[in-house]
């Protein structure tokens, strides 16, 4: 047991109340004279001890003093907690009575959110099944076996392997995969109606080979891209006020102007030099393409693999988010020895230093119904 507090133990200065208390309520002696011991000459009386009376009491009201110390100081304990039995978790989706059967369900728990127990509602779907496996591996003890039932397809994939620090148990159940993710739409680019022919021509190309459908309309002077377009700007001018205050609400604008110094380089081509700038504004984004918008003076527009790059620069695959639960299975790795918890007994404190009160008093109200003549 180690003290959080220690400075609280000079509670027990309080000590010397009682003691005082004590001393200074001894029951009186009250002197009687007596005819035949008046004429006697008085004796020097003989030193009294120090003598405390209801000594029960007193060491009553000591070991509730010295609780409420201890209760300042907060005192608590590292030693190893109990091992709790095994744990079992389900993930939502799963008929967890069928496979509970008639096993005890006091550590069967939800694979949800604050791992509920068993016999609670089932919770909705919840997608991020592996952080909640990594969340449950952290909290239950080293040596506290775990067995989880997950759907296989596994959703919620994070695009890492599963990790967690103890062997486990895993058991996936085949079940019918309802919904087929999306795949990511292209980006639609939309340019002004005074674009040259040529950047026209070569985004024409562009869109095509992203998306096989023909570039947008070109919009009109005072028109701006629509949400999740990106707005290709030809001139060589700065952007009007209203294509900026769009760029910076979460717009995307891509120009063939010079990038300032520190934009961040983007995509490279084969050579290793840059290609495309990105400039954080706002909440938006401006892209700077390298050299002009006629693929006829710019090599580098001319290149198969532009398309491709371009798309996963602006576009970047997202994570695969289903998979086989068998090649999802937790590996283990080894994960530095853990600070055992510290556990305070302040609710048992509180309960000894409440039945000492009452004691107490059930004592010192004994002792005055004693004292009554």
Known sequence: MSLLFPLGLAALAAWLLPLLIHLARRHPYTPLDFAALRWLRAQVRPRQRIRFDDWPLLLVRLLLLAALALLLAR???????????????????????????????????????????IDQPKPVDVASLPSLLRELDAQLPASTALTVHVPDPLPGLDGARLQLSREVQWQPHTL???????????????TRSDAPAAAQHWLGALQRAWSTQPLAAPLADDALPGRGEIGVWTGADVLPGTWQRWLQQGGTVLTAAKPPAGAAVLLRDADNAPLLWQQRI??????????????AGNHALRDDRLPRDL??????????????AQDQAPSRTTL????????????WLLLMIVLLFALERWMASSARRRAAP
């Not at 590292?78 to 009575?97: I, K, N, Q, R, S």
């Not at 019918?176 to 939309?190: D, E, F, K, M, S």
């Not at 798309?311 to 998979?323: F, K, M, N």
């Open 75 to 117: 005192p608590a304990l590292t030693g190893p907690a109990p091992v709790p039995a095994a744990w079992t978790v389900v993930a939502p989706g799963l008929d967890a009575t069928a496979l509970r059967g008639s096993a005890d369900a006091r550590n069967w728990h939800w694979l949800a959110p604050g791992f509920p127990p």
């Open 311 to 324: 798309l996963q620069a602006l576009q970047p695959p997202s994570t695969p988010h289903l998979g086989d």
């Open 336 to 347: 530095p020895p853990a600070t055992p918890p510290l556990r305070e007994p302040t609710s």
């Open 282 to 295: 706002g909440q938006g984004r401006l892209l700077h393409l390298r050299g002009e918008w006629n693929a």
């Open 176 to 190: 019918a995969v309802t919904a087929v993710p999306h795949a990511a739409v292209a980006p639609r680019l939309r």
